[in-house]
């Protein structure tokens, strides 16, 4: 069997489009769709097809990609009027991107399976700048084999890619992975705040403490936006609010409080409600404002 295949992909924004321009370039034939036909026109300059819904996008597709914003939207694409569900083989599976709830994932999946198409949660980590460069961190849920014939995909737009579990396994390591950053986030906003009022420049502690246990790609990359007061995404605050949402929830559901994810959530609702909902996420910091 050939090792370059026919993919769908759904989901153009900032994570897709370079994502999906890997697979293209990596050789396999790319079938896309968006709602607004004008985002497909950079990838159709490097060779994909255009089509006029997910459902003509999935035809004669062995894998198919969602890499939307929501829960509804992932349903929408794959099992909406429309959607890839209507036109996927038997054998065939469909690798959702996006960040969604553990139990959508499984219900997504249950509904496939009676299609007998596979179904992987595969949340990513590494933001726009892994997308570009091939390095994302892909979470996985869902059956061995279905991940073991996605890998090589995997393989081309990221740096490492785990099964977790069975399906929604990955998003919830993804609930994890937002508690961890938000928390930080709304860490490096305070005390760099600190240092800024203890009259110590917080772009020389942030180089001062990069190479010690607290260097992270957050305090990289987000306590760089938050010192330059540069709030470009990245990653939107409005995405961000909704993967806070669906931890929160996803905790609750088995009992266990998470109070730095209520506090990252109630910072962001702030900073959105002043208008920031389109800005990086690391636009919480704002919050403290005076
Ligand atoms: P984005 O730039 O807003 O892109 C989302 C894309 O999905 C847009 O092109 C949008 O089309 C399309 N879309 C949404 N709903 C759709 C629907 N129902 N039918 C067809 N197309 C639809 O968002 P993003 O930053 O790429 O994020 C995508 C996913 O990855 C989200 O789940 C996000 O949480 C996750 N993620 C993002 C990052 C990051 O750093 N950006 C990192 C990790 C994970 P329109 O233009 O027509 O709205």
């Not at 994502?19 to 990838?43: F, I, K």
């Not at 595969?122 to 869902?142: D, H, K, R």
């Not at 939107?236 to 109070?259: S, W």
């Amino acid at each position: 069997m050939s090792d370059k295949h026919v993919i769908a992909y759904v989901g153009l924004g900032i994570m897709g489009r370079p994502a999906a321009s890997h697979l293209l370039r990596a050789g396999h034939e790319l079938r896309v769709y968006a709602r607004r036909p004008e985002a497909m026109e950079p990838l159709a300059e490097l060779g994909a097809t255009p089509c006029k819904s997910a459902a003509e996008a999935a035809e004669g597709a062995r894998f198919a990609f969602t890499n939307v914003s929501d829960t509804p939207d992932v349903e929408e694409v794959v099992l909406g009027p429309g959607g890839y569900a209507e036109s996927l083989a038997a054998g065939s599976v469909v690798v959702d991107m996006s960040t969604i709830a553990p139990q959508a994932a499984r219900d997504i999946a249950a509904a496939l399976a009676a299609k007998d198409v596979a179904f992987i949660d595969a949340p990513v980590s590494g933001g726009q700048a892994g997308a570009e460069a091939g390095t994302l961190a892909f979470m996985c849920g869902g059956a061995e084999e279905a991940f073991a014939a996605a890998s090589p995909l995997f393989e081309i737009m990221g740096s490492s890619h785990v099964l977790v579990g069975g399906s929604g396994a990955g998003q919830v390591a993804k609930c994890v992975n937002q508690i961890l950053i938000g928390a930080t986030v709304d860490a490096v906003a305070e005390s760099f705040k600190m240092a800024r009022r203890l009259g110590v420049e917080p772009a020389k502690v942030r180089e001062a403490i990069a190479g010690g246990f607290a260097g992270s790609k957050v305090l990289e990359v987000h306590a760089k936006r938050i010192i330059e007061d540069d709030y470009v995404p990245g990653f939107k605050a409005r995405l961000h609010l909704k993967d806070i949402k669906i931890a929160i929830e996803a905790a609750r559901g088995c009992g266990v409080e998470v109070p730095s994810a209520e506090e990252f959530r109630a910072r962001l609702e702030k900073v959105i409600g002043q208008g920031h909902g389109e800005d990086d996420s690391s636009v919480a910091a704002k919050a403290l404002d005076d």
